[in-house]
């Protein structure tokens, strides 16, 4: 086996676009994305273990959110970055517990939370791409591995 390695992202690593643990294919190329291991930590740091359709599911609730409560999560972030230490800590539990109570969607909070407070994993995953563009790179991708070839086992 070839490792790849890049001296910042690490070790060139494959996600399963569904997961093995829920019936996804370890070898099929229609399952397999390869990704670098700082963007994979990230993914599965922010979306727990979810297959790719449940992603994007994600993203759309989130962008939903977002898109209504523009002004609260753009102070949530600055207040958030502005904070320090202990200070830091009880924002982060404080806004974590708001967003839980409105959203009543833990997985969508889960990746709220990351974008307000680990801006550098959300980051890892999307570079800087702005919500929508980042859905429709997601459809695409999960369209382009809908329609390859039917993989043959041996
Ligand atoms: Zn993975």
Same mark, same amino acid.
């Given at each position: 086996?070839?490792?790849? +390695?890049?001296?910042?992202? *690490?070790?060139?690593?494959?996600?399963?676009?569904?997961?093995?643990?829920? &019936? !996804?294919?370890?070898? #099929?190329?229609?399952?397999?994305?390869?990704?670098?291991?700082?963007?994979?930590?990230? =993914?599965?740091?922010?979306? !727990?273990?979810?297959?790719?359709?449940?992603?994007? #599911? =994600?993203?759309?609730?989130?962008?939903?959110?977002?898109? +209504?409560?523009?002004?609260?999560?753009?102070?949530?972030?600055?207040?958030?970055?502005?904070?320090? *230490?202990?200070?830091?800590?009880?924002?982060?539990?404080?806004?974590?517990?708001?967003?839980? =109570?409105?959203?009543?969607?833990?997985?969508?909070?889960?990746?709220?939370?990351? =974008?307000?407070?680990?801006?550098?994993?959300?980051?890892?995953?999307?570079? &800087?791409?702005?919500?929508?563009?980042?859905?429709?790179?997601?459809?695409?991708?999960?369209?382009?591995?809908?329609?390859?070839?039917?993989?043959?086992? &041996?």
């Amino acid at each position: 086996m070839t490792a790849f +390695i890049h001296a910042k992202k *690490g070790m060139l690593t494959q996600h399963h676009l569904t997961p093995i643990s829920q &019936g !996804g294919d370890k070898r #099929d190329p229609k399952n397999l994305l390869n990704v670098w291991d700082r963007r994979h930590r990230s =993914i599965h740091h922010t979306f !727990g273990n979810k297959p790719f359709s449940a992603i994007i #599911d =994600i993203l759309r609730r989130l962008s939903n959110y977002i898109n +209504i409560n523009q002004e609260r999560v753009r102070q949530w972030r600055e207040n958030f970055l502005k904070s320090k *230490g202990k200070e830091r800590r009880r924002l982060r539990h404080e806004i974590a517990t708001l967003v839980n =109570i409105e959203l009543q969607q833990p997985d969508v909070s889960r990746s709220l939370m990351v =974008i307000i407070a680990e801006p550098n994993k959300w980051h890892n995953i999307f570079n &800087g791409n702005p919500l929508e563009k980042t859905i429709a790179i997601c459809e695409r991708l999960a369209s382009w591995k809908a329609n390859l070839p039917k993989f043959k086992k &041996g």
